[in-house]
């Protein structure tokens, strides 16, 4: 790790193979590969989809993809390569979510995560959003999750608080 800024910004069709790349390693591991360069890259496209990638100098250290409906957003992804977690990027990236998901009239954030996935578990919870529902054999048929949310409104209150 560097003493580089991180900067977060849009991503774009030339980021689609390298956040492909993140999850399959990062997320995707040992599930199988569903989030390809191709799927990726439809998503960024996606006028209803937030793609956002975090950099350090010219290498992406992160990414989130999220999906706009009209009252809720769905998290599709979030990765922060291993040496780069718990620096902070990952919630700037779920505050410019927030932002956006608030701007744009959505009253939720919905995501699911792997159910053995505790830090990551945690550091949702951190973030407010609430576990909801276990949903067994999510992945796959295989493994397990957790359906968590986030109430943009009760959020937004807590903030201001």
């Not at 991503?11 to 956040?19: E, F, G, I, K």
């Not at 159910?115 to 407010?128: E, H, K, T």
Request: aromatic letters at 8%; one cysteine or more.
């Amino acid at each position: 790790m560097s003493g580089l800024e991180t900067t977060l910004r849009l991503a774009l069709s030339t980021d689609a193979q390298d956040v492909a790349i993140m999850s399959r390693d990062l997320i995707e591991n040992g599930l199988g590969w569903s989030w390809t360069r191709g799927r990726v890259a439809r998503n960024i496209a996606d006028r209803d989809t937030l793609s956002v990638v975090a950099c350090q100098g010219g290498r992406m250290i992160g990414f989130a993809i999220a999906y706009f409906g009209d009252e809720y957003a769905h998290l599709n992804l979030l990765a922060v390569q291993r040496e780069y977690q718990r620096l902070g990027i990952g919630t700037r990236m779920i505050h410019w979510l927030e932002e956006s998901a608030r701007t744009a009239g959505v009253r939720a954030v919905h995501l699911e995560v792997r159910a053995r996935n505790q830090p990551a578990r945690r550091f949702y919870r951190r973030l407010g959003f609430v576990e909801m529902a276990l949903l067994p054999r999510y992945y796959r048929g295989t493994e397990a999750a957790v359906w968590m949310a986030c109430d943009l409104r009760t959020m937004a209150r807590r903030r201001v608080a």
